[in-house]
């Protein structure tokens, strides 16, 4: 692998330097969702349990259960009257009636974002448009959207497909986008559904969550000086998956990896320049150790690229506001 030239090394320098892309790591729908979990733990009696997993980071799932959470796919797996954990990617309506049936006492820890979303897809659908859905089949937050309008949405997962739809009044359709999709593919498949239905009706705002953004975009800022690209992330991490891609597609060789060892020496062999980043469900120690491991293959630096500075902050649900270290154990089904 032939490196990129950076402007700041010389022909004999060994060192290689390690670029940090920031924004990186949580976002605050994951920081709320994880505490939102360790929260319920302090604060209900056991068992606490989890539809899905919170966020989608291995690291994250073992360590909360670790903890005591109990991990389920889905709901026959709970009790009648447990307490249950939403995860962040939203469920849809059947599945909390079902929790209903089963007088469950739920915690909701949907991202604030992706509940907009599934407002949209209600809004939308009850005047009566046809809602194409841009996303990955089998995603969790997919389903929850599609529960939301069924009979009314059409998922397309590329723009290719666009061609091929067939909607009951073409001067009624709207779209909506998963919020952790790659944004120049949800470009394409925009232009392709405008060009198709030039009355399309759009989202007040864009889908593709402000975190996903930032990170594509931190991304942005390191691919082009770098030989190699380690994304810290899960493989069912939808997000992670795409700065892969990202990556990749602008010619800059790129790995998913969970942790520091997943690295392997030989993605190292001529690489000068090593850029770094981590999906919004991956934890920041996590990063700290890849940076520690790959000072441990040689000299290394270590620079940061800024995109932005985030601050959103989400509000916990009110159930569990004021119950942080030493609040006083909750029996489980008290918290409405």
Known sequence: MAPKSSGEHTPDDDTRRILLASPRSFCAGVERAIEIVERALRSYTPPIYVRKEIVHNSYVVDDLASKGAVFVEELDEVPDRATLVFSAHGVSPAVREEADRKNLDVIDGTCPLVSKVHAKARRFAARGDTVVLFGHSGHEEIEGTYGEAPESTVLVENADEVADLSVPDPERVSYLTQTTLAVDETNDFVRALREKYPDVSEPASEDICYATTNRQHALNEVIAESDLVLVVGSSNSSNSVRLVEISRRQGTPAELI???????????????????????????????????????????????????????????????????????????????
């Open 258 to 336: 969970d942790g520091a060892g997943d690295i392997a020496a030989d993605w190292l062999d001529g690489v000068r320049t090593i850029g770094v980043t981590a999906g919004a469900s991956a934890p920041p120690k996590l990063v700290d150790e890849v940076v520690e491991a790959l000072r441990g293959f040689g000299p290394a630096t270590v620079a940061e690229r800024e995109f932005t500075h985030e601050t959103m902050h989400f509000e916990l649900p009110s159930v569990l506001r004021g119950t942080g270290e030493g609040a006083a154990e909750r029996p489980a089904g008290s918290g409405g």
